[in-house]
């Protein structure tokens, strides 16, 4: 279920570092290099296509946009909130908060 502004601003209080964008919760990551970048991308993408949702993601050198949003209910919902914290996760083993 689509969540409303009110519970995304809420829950983007617990979320540093992602904002709210167009239907979508975006972040930009910066690595110390393409390796890791690319390394954070493919983690990302297999524990996306393990919980069956996936980002959209954005390889620019060493960052990275990452943008979760659940097309078929037109927003954000739980699902993108789990999204984000699985790629803060992810993230943190590259040394990136």
Partial sequence: MKLNDNEINARLSELPGWSYEKNAL???FTFAGFP???AFVTRLAFDAEAADHHPDLLVSYKRVT???STHSEGGV???DI???KQANAVASHFGVA
């Fill in 26 to 28: 975006v972040r930009k």
């Fill in 36 to 38: 890791d970048a690319v």
């Fill in 66 to 68: 990452v943008t979760w």
């Fill in 77 to 79: 919902t739980e699902k």
């Fill in 82 to 84: 789990a999204g984000v």
